[in-house]
């Protein structure tokens, strides 16, 4: 008998704890019904801003004057102690009632800094791009494991049933791909949905059909579904099958509005930077990222591989002139638009990156991976605005206070919108499976 029989026969044999039977049944039958965390959490919603390919913290949210002196003093670091220190190319100051420096890479959305929360102790598991990329984002740089989108997804359920309840606007692949999206071992239905933008942001999204042909169609093969189902007892992936049939119809009726900007004032497309019409970049992007959250959706990835390509500046720094500049002004008019609309509070925007570059030179003119320190920042749903945790020394080789795993990072997430990251788990193989493994601390000064 599998759970779904077992839960039916309960009902029937006994009225016996009716609402939590129901509820029970309801979460065995739709991977997407609404769930409550394990407690009142202050966001909604995520907002997860991703920059692949390694940001450089000591040319962005951690300034380090200390570099020209020990590129002065040909003070020597690195692997092999025979690479000279890197100076940052950029000028910074101090923005806000908190005093937050930043380099003028991203003075726009410095202008916000009594609403973030920097971290400049963040450290990973790893080195090289597509193991760290999977570990910010699954808690795992070795095996495939979920998403957080998809942990979320699987702890929240949906506010929306005719949107995913994950939702990656990605115009390009990033480091280790489509596997930073994905549920894995969780239902299928927790997937990340990837948005591409462009004149087709979705495959197929235009119906071919009448929508009551089309209703038809799908409650005809559903009927098939549901008796194979019914048949061979549990099936994970035909269930997911179905339920992406039925998430699919429901985008064809929702999604188009939400691209739909033609009801956006000129000012609201102003503050993101983009021009009446526009369909592709990341301002493109963020917009689309509220107007998704507006709608229920609970958590928006928002991938930026840059025109320019990504973050990855082996050779050349000053390429982070352009990539800044693709995302710096639309970052800082998410957060505006989000907060004059009520909206930042009940949600989380994260900024992160797989981990930062090395403050030693590299090639002719760049910075070397650098796992050891890096920066990411909070605003938002449950977090203090204005702050700064955590220090690294004087060139930003090592931290010296408040060490951040990103254990600790994704489980502060979590505890955001209502999850002690301990308890929201999935049995697997025989095991309890979690996005923090058995390891990770919730930063409780940064909370709100």
Same mark, same amino acid.
């Given at each position: 008998m599998n759970r779904r029989q077992l839960l039916r026969s309960m009902v029937a044999g006994s009225t016996l704890l009716p609402a939590i039977v129901t509820d029970l049944l309801a979460a065995s039958t739709d991977p997407l019904a609404p769930r409550a965390p394990h407690f009142a959490g202050k966001a909604k919603r995520v907002i997860f801003l991703y920059m692949t390919g390694g940001v450089s913290h000591v040319d962005t949210f951690d300034p380090k004057p200390g570099l020209k002196t020990a590129a002065e003093r040909g003070v020597k670091a690195g692997r092999r102690g025979d690479q000279t220190y890197l100076p940052a190319s950029w000028s910074a100051k101090r923005y806000g009632g908190s005093g937050l420096e930043v380099t003028d890479l991203f003075r726009h959305t410095a202008e916000l800094a009594d609403d973030l929360c920097v971290i400049r102790s963040m450290t990973g598991d790893h080195n090289d791009h597509f193991q760290a990329a999977m570990g910010v984002h699954t808690g795992s740089v070795t095996v495939k494991r979920p998403s957080i989108g998809s942990w979320v997804s699987y702890g929240l359920g949906t506010e929306n049933r005719n949107l995913p309840s994950f939702v990656v =606007?990605? /115009?390009? =692949? /990033?480091y280790a791909g489509s596997q930073v999206w994905s549920s894995d071992f969780l239902p299928g239905a927790h997937g990340g949905t990837r948005v591409t933008g462009g004149e087709e942001p979705v495959a197929d999204l235009q119906r071919r059909? /009448?929508?009551k042909m089309q209703r038809l169609e799908l409650d005809l093969l559903a009927r098939f579904n549901r008796r194979h189902l019914n048949e061979r007892g549990a099936d994970p992936a035909l269930s997911a099958r179905m339920k992406a049939f039925e998430t699919a119809f429901g985008m064809q009726s929702e999604m188009p509005d939400v691209f739909d900007f033609s009801k956006e004032t000129d000012a609201t497309l102003s503050l993101y930077g983009l021009r &009446?019409?526009?369909?592709?970049g990341f301002g493109w992007q963020c917009?689309?990222? &509220?107007r998704l959250a507006e709608r229920g959706v609970r958590f928006i990835e928002l991938?930026?591989?840059g025109s320019s390509g990504n973050w990855d500046v082996h050779g050349e720094i000053d390429g982070m002139n352009a990539l800044a500049g693709n995302v710096d002004r639309p970052i800082a008019g998410l957060l505006r638009d989000l907060k004059s609309r009520g909206m930042l509070d009940e949600t989380l925007v994260v900024w992160t990156t797989e981990f930062g570059r090395s403050p030693w030179l590299s090639g002719k003119h760049g910075r070397e991976h650098y796992n050891k320190a890096y920066s990411a920042w909070l605003a938002g749903g449950g977090i203090k605005g204005g702050v700064v945790w955590g220090k690294t020394d004087e060139v930003g080789a090592k931290i010296v206070e408040n060490t951040v795993h990103v254990h600790d990072f994704n489980a502060t997430v979590l505890h955001c919108l209502g999850f002690d990251h301990? &308890?929201?788990?999935? !049995?697997?193989?025989? !095991?309890?499976? &979690?996005l923090t493994d058995v390891h990770g601390n919730v930063v409780k000064p940064l909370l709100a």
């Amino acid at each position: 008998m599998n759970r779904r029989q077992l839960l039916r026969s309960m009902v029937a044999g006994s009225t016996l704890l009716p609402a939590i039977v129901t509820d029970l049944l309801a979460a065995s039958t739709d991977p997407l019904a609404p769930r409550a965390p394990h407690f009142a959490g202050k966001a909604k919603r995520v907002i997860f801003l991703y920059m692949t390919g390694g940001v450089s913290h000591v040319d962005t949210f951690d300034p380090k004057p200390g570099l020209k002196t020990a590129a002065e003093r040909g003070v020597k670091a690195g692997r092999r102690g025979d690479q000279t220190y890197l100076p940052a190319s950029w000028s910074a100051k101090r923005y806000g009632g908190s005093g937050l420096e930043v380099t003028d890479l991203f003075r726009h959305t410095a202008e916000l800094a009594d609403d973030l929360c920097v971290i400049r102790s963040m450290t990973g598991d790893h080195n090289d791009h597509f193991q760290a990329a999977m570990g910010v984002h699954t808690g795992s740089v070795t095996v495939k494991r979920p998403s957080i989108g998809s942990w979320v997804s699987y702890g929240l359920g949906t506010e929306n049933r005719n949107l995913p309840s994950f939702v990656v =606007l990605a /115009p390009q =692949l /990033p480091y280790a791909g489509s596997q930073v999206w994905s549920s894995d071992f969780l239902p299928g239905a927790h997937g990340g949905t990837r948005v591409t933008g462009g004149e087709e942001p979705v495959a197929d999204l235009q119906r071919r059909a /009448p929508e009551k042909m089309q209703r038809l169609e799908l409650d005809l093969l559903a009927r098939f579904n549901r008796r194979h189902l019914n048949e061979r007892g549990a099936d994970p992936a035909l269930s997911a099958r179905m339920k992406a049939f039925e998430t699919a119809f429901g985008m064809q009726s929702e999604m188009p509005d939400v691209f739909d900007f033609s009801k956006e004032t000129d000012a609201t497309l102003s503050l993101y930077g983009l021009r &009446r019409g526009g369909n592709t970049g990341f301002g493109w992007q963020c917009l689309v990222a &509220r107007r998704l959250a507006e709608r229920g959706v609970r958590f928006i990835e928002l991938i930026d591989t840059g025109s320019s390509g990504n973050w990855d500046v082996h050779g050349e720094i000053d390429g982070m002139n352009a990539l800044a500049g693709n995302v710096d002004r639309p970052i800082a008019g998410l957060l505006r638009d989000l907060k004059s609309r009520g909206m930042l509070d009940e949600t989380l925007v994260v900024w992160t990156t797989e981990f930062g570059r090395s403050p030693w030179l590299s090639g002719k003119h760049g910075r070397e991976h650098y796992n050891k320190a890096y920066s990411a920042w909070l605003a938002g749903g449950g977090i203090k605005g204005g702050v700064v945790w955590g220090k690294t020394d004087e060139v930003g080789a090592k931290i010296v206070e408040n060490t951040v795993h990103v254990h600790d990072f994704n489980a502060t997430v979590l505890h955001c919108l209502g999850f002690d990251h301990t &308890r929201l788990t999935f !049995r697997h193989a025989g !095991r309890d499976f &979690r996005l923090t493994d058995v390891h990770g601390n919730v930063v409780k000064p940064l909370l709100a």
